[in-house]
């Protein structure tokens, strides 16, 4: 098993909750947000220069969008972020009311767009899993979720992975790319609670799954279902990674300082950083949303 430990900073430590990376190769950018703080950061990962957009909810996860800008999740529902002022193409009713938010997302290589929601309490059961087609309407795909997490799909575009993050497992789903439904779920991975609780997700070239773990301190990659390289980190709480870069063979990260102890944000001056490490494979770029 490979680690590496060689790991560079981005982007100082600071965000609150920083999440949802994701590379926009025409310009060159790392895409990510502070979900609690309302921001949408565009990052030039060459001089680590940051442009911030403001949103007015708190925002789970953005993807590019074929027409321009991004797609984002905010606490109500689904939004487009542009040129203008962020607006809303899509709501879903009950989130603020039940203190539920939106946690992670991505697009499916069809160009729709899939997102996990949250409570805020972390309660048990109270999430689910959504997606919104490209004609902006909305479905929700799964129930009964605590942490709607990482989401990716293999190259065939027939399997797509899953992390509820307290179950301690990824899960894999039979993907169908033209209705986008879902069917017989499994497990192809199950992580000991001892090495972090998974997060965020991306997807390589060859297949691998790189996941976040929260608490753990590394990013794990598990091919075939066996963790086969680790990337270990000077913060505790990674939240999500994504492949960019020219050559896609940098794998960037994003981490937490929130809920750290005023000792551990001593301890960990990175906290809340998006860090950089080149782990020997390249990624595959994110499907952008095509409504």
């Not at 957009?53 to 991004?70: K, M, N």
């Not at 990482?150 to 992975?161: E, F, H």
């Not at 301190?217 to 270990?232: I, K, Q």
């Not at 301890?267 to 770029?285: E, F």
């Amino acid at each position: 098993m490979a680690r590496f430990d060689h790991v560079e900073v981005v982007v100082p430590g600071g965000a609150q909750l920083g999440e949802g990376p994701v590379w926009d190769a025409e310009r060159g950018l790392l895409a990510w947000v502070d979900i609690p703080a309302r921001l949408v950061h565009l990052t030039d990962p060459r001089s680590g220069a940051t442009r911030s957009i403001e949103v007015p909810l708190d925002v789970g996860a953005v993807a590019l969008r074929t027409s321009g800008g991004f797609v984002a999740a905010l606490q109500d529902g689904f939004w487009v972020i542009d040129d203008g002022p962020p607006r809303r193409i899509a709501e879903v009713p009950g989130t603020l009311e039940a203190g539920i938010r939106f946690n992670d997302g991505a697009c499916d290589p069809d160009g729709r767009f899939w997102a996990g929601t949250m409570a805020y309490d972390q309660r048990t059961g109270a999430a689910s899993l959504y997606r919104l087609d490209v004609d902006g309407s909305v479905h929700r795909m799964l129930d009964g979720l605590t942490i709607g997490n990482g989401l990716a799909w293999d190259a065939s575009g027939r399997v797509m992975y899953y992390i509820d993050t307290p179950t301690h497992r990824i899960d894999a789903f039979a993907f169908d790319p033209a209705s986008g439904s879902l069917s017989d779920r499994r497990t192809v991975v199950r992580i000991p609670p001892g090495s972090g609780a998974p997060d965020g997700m991306t997807i390589d070239a060859e297949g691998g799954l790189w996941v976040a773990l929260w608490g753990g301190a590394a990013v794990h990659r598990y091919l075939d279902g066996n963790l086969d390289r680790v990337v270990d980190l000077p913060v505790t709480q990674p939240t999500s990674a994504t492949f960019g870069g020219a050559g896609l063979d940098e794998l960037f990260i994003t981490s937490a300082s929130t809920g750290l102890s005023p000792q551990q944000r001593r301890d960990q001056p990175l906290a809340g950083a998006v860090l950089r490490v080149r782990p020997g494979v390249r990624g595959v770029l994110a499907s952008p949303y095509a409504g």
